[in-house]
């Protein structure tokens, strides 16, 4: 029997610049480079956008290079389940996975919520909005900025005054808003105590990755007065059970754990053993937002503000209203444009 492609794929390399510099303990980002992936049968597409993780040296011409090296698996047509057999978790299964679950929605005329056999339509969800780490005073003049804002999160740096700092004059200046924290890895656990006492004392809600990957043992008899998220400590499914005892949430990212399929199976997994479930994002357009909005439904904290960063995004695009991020596209992603 001769196999006969049924699928092309394309993949393009896109750079999209940011409104301004994006500051995180250790970089400074200009821009967001991504991979696009284009799926057509022929007559229906789909799409999947990935920016890669960068600590994990997953960048644009390393997805480039795993796409290019499965492409003609892919075109003889493939599962999701087979494509996680074939291709680690990262940028390049994320943007392939994303691809296909749009294709399956515009090939079915079933939207992407009821493929991933969510419950109810999808609804708009409150997402935190977020400040790169700056003075106390910038960072407190951005959060008066986000004036629509219900959640803001912080980007801290690891020192530890400078940071107590940031969290006082955002919290002086927005009082109303439930605040958490991001410490990328900032801190070692000797510090972690007097940090936390700080994030207490102003209220703050959340307090993510503050060690870094590999130092995790390090938080066993820690008191947690606030709950921690494990970001770079917890990359996929097969990590999941690892959190239980130390983190009391999952941070979720597509381009961490390769794609829709695989997040919505840790989310599942973490809340069976006890775990909040936090998605976010690597900072991309609308097309990366889309598939982390369906995951997010299932979400206790969402973080999807990534094409706020942009200089411009995608039209049309992710809608944010009163705090919220809505995608109101049938197939839960933004419409599909050649």
Same mark, same amino acid.
């Given at each position: 029997?001769?196999?006969? $492609?049924?699928? @092309?794929?394309? %993949?393009?390399?896109?750079?999209?610049?940011?409104?301004?510099?994006?500051?995180?303990?250790?970089?400074?980002?200009?821009?967001?480079?991504?991979?696009?992936?284009?799926?057509?049968?022929?007559?229906?597409?789909?799409?999947?956008?990935?920016?890669?993780?960068?600590?994990?040296?997953?960048?644009?011409?390393?997805?480039?290079?795993?796409?290019? +090296?499965?492409?003609? $698996?892919?075109?003889? *047509?493939?599962?999701?389940?087979?494509?996680?057999?074939?291709?680690?978790?990262?940028?390049?299964?994320?943007?392939?996975?994303?691809?296909?679950?749009?294709?399956?929605?515009?090939?079915?005329?079933?939207?992407?919520?009821?493929?991933?056999?969510?419950?109810?339509?999808?609804?708009?969800?409150?997402?935190? &909005?977020?400040?790169?780490?700056?003075?106390?005073?910038?960072? !407190?003049?951005?959060?008066?900025?986000?004036?629509?804002?219900?959640?803001? +999160?912080? $980007?801290?740096?690891?020192?530890?005054?400078?940071?107590? =700092?940031?969290?006082?004059?955002?919290? %002086?200046?927005?009082?109303?808003?439930?605040?958490?924290?991001?410490?990328?890895?900032?801190?070692?656990?000797?510090?972690?105590?007097?940090?936390?006492?700080?994030?207490?004392? !102003?209220?703050? +809600?959340?307090?993510?990755?503050?060690?870094?990957? *590999?130092?995790?043992?390090?938080?066993?008899?820690? +008191?947690?007065?606030?709950?921690?998220?494990?970001?770079?400590?917890?990359?996929?499914?097969?990590?999941?059970?690892? !959190?239980?005892?130390?983190?009391?949430?999952?941070?979720? $990212?597509?381009?961490?754990?390769?794609?829709?399929?695989? *997040?919505?199976?840790?989310?599942?997994?973490?809340?069976?053993?006890?775990?909040?479930?936090?998605?976010?994002?690597?900072?991309?357009?609308?097309? =990366?937002?889309?598939? !982390?909005?369906?995951?997010?439904?299932?979400?206790?904290?969402?973080?999807?503000?990534?094409?706020? &960063?942009?200089?411009?995004?995608?039209?049309?695009?992710?809608?944010?209203?009163? *705090? @919220?991020?809505?995608?109101?596209?049938?197939?839960?992603?933004?419409? =599909?444009?050649?």
């Amino acid at each position: 029997m001769i196999e006969v $492609k049924t699928l @092309t794929l394309r %993949a393009t390399v896109k750079s999209l610049p940011l409104a301004k510099p994006f500051h995180i303990s250790g970089h400074v980002f200009t821009t967001s480079d991504v991979v696009e992936v284009i799926l057509s049968d022929g007559r229906h597409i789909g799409r999947g956008e990935a920016s890669g993780i960068y600590y994990m040296n997953d960048d644009v011409p390393a997805m480039m290079a795993a796409i290019t +090296k499965i492409r003609d $698996k892919i075109e003889y *047509g493939i599962t999701r389940a087979e494509l996680r057999e074939i291709l680690p978790a990262g940028g390049a299964r994320n943007a392939i996975d994303c691809a296909l679950w749009e294709l399956e929605a515009r090939q079915t005329g079933r939207p992407v919520w009821q493929l991933a056999e969510l419950e109810e339509e999808p609804a708009p969800i409150v997402t935190t &909005f977020t400040l790169g780490a700056g003075s106390p005073e910038e960072m !407190a003049e951005g959060a008066i900025g986000f004036s629509g804002a219900i959640a803001i +999160k912080l $980007k801290l740096t690891g020192e530890l005054d400078l940071d107590i =700092a940031r969290v006082n004059a955002v919290r %002086a200046a927005r009082p109303d808003c439930w605040i958490g924290v991001d410490a990328n890895q900032g801190y070692e656990i000797d510090d972690l105590d007097a940090l936390m006492t700080a994030l207490v004392a !102003a209220e703050v +809600k959340l307090l993510e990755q503050p060690l870094r990957r *590999g130092r995790e043992a390090d938080l066993e008899g820690f +008191k947690r007065r606030i709950p921690i998220a494990a970001d770079e400590s917890i990359l996929t499914l097969a990590d999941v059970p690892d !959190a239980v005892g130390l983190f009391d949430v999952i941070n979720i $990212k597509l381009d961490k754990c390769g794609g829709l399929t695989e *997040g919505l199976a840790m989310a599942r997994l973490a809340r069976s053993l006890g775990l909040q479930v936090m998605v976010g994002n690597m900072v991309g357009s609308s097309l =990366a937002m889309a598939p !982390a909005f369906i995951l997010g439904q299932l979400c206790d904290i969402v973080d999807l503000d990534g094409p706020i &960063f942009l200089a411009a995004d995608r039209t049309p695009s992710i809608v944010y209203e009163a *705090g @919220t991020a809505f995608c109101p596209s049938p197939c839960g992603a933004v419409p =599909a444009r050649e």
